[in-house]
């Protein structure tokens, strides 16, 4: 599209295709959600959208994803992608960042249908928008965020190195629940599958930058 050239950035592993959703994705996307994201007990998100009847959920999903593409400013985006496996969208893996070409911060967020969770897919599409924001994007740090009680987020930020970066007491479903910050500079980085981003050049103006390949900022 060529007003729109975010819809042709593609990010690709050796499983998984990461991509602004199409409406048909959202439709699949909906699905997944239906499905279950995570033990009905536990509440990973600090908005529980999850727990929304099964009549409202699926549009809720489509909305506030169209809403996230709606509101993208070169100063104030979120990089919605949905995650393709095997040809099926099994969830969805967002990156943003406010004020990005001054801060050169992004935080990520994420969720996977459970019956895709448990085979590494997680760390695999977290990997791939890092390397989109330090590779592509020239990032200095990214900032991630997790529920004490849920023990695979907080893997998935060790094994790409990740480091404690405060706490954070929250309220969630009328509950004390509290959160450990995590952050990743640009240094301690290494993807562990490869990564390749398809279409970005066209797209840097979007995400605040030039319409030439950033350069590396160097040392924060």
Not at 31 to 47: N, S, T
């Amino acid at each position: 599209m060529r007003h729109w050239p975010v819809l042709n950035l593609r990010l690709t592993t050796p499983r998984l295709e990461l991509r602004l959703p199409s409406l048909d994705d959202l439709d699949e996307l909906a699905d997944r959600a239906l499905e279950g994201v995570h033990d009905p007990d536990l509440m990973p998100f600090g908005v529980p959208w999850t727990d929304a009847p099964a009549d409202e959920l699926p549009g809720n999903v489509v909305r506030y994803q169209l809403g996230l593409m709606a509101r993208w400013q070169p100063g104030n985006w979120c990089c919605n992608f949905v995650v393709v496996h095997e040809g099926r969208v099994i969830g969805t893996q967002d990156l943003t960042a406010r004020s990005f070409p001054v801060t050169r911060e992004v935080h990520t967020g994420s969720w996977l249908g459970r019956a895709h969770q448990g085979q590494g897919l997680g760390t695999e599409m977290r990997a791939a928008v890092l390397h989109l924001a330090f590779e592509g994007l020239a990032a200095r740090t990214a900032v991630s965020s997790a529920f004490l009680d849920n023990p695979a987020s907080l893997a998935v930020s060790r094994k790409l190195g990740y480091r404690p970066d405060g706490m954070e007491v929250h309220q969630v479903r009328g509950r004390r629940a509290v959160q450990q910050r995590l952050r990743l500079d640009r240094s301690a980085f290494i993807a562990p599958v490869p990564v390749k981003i398809h279409g970005l050049e066209p797209c840097l103006p979007h995400f605040g930058l030039s319409d030439s390949a950033p350069s590396s900022p160097g040392p924060a």
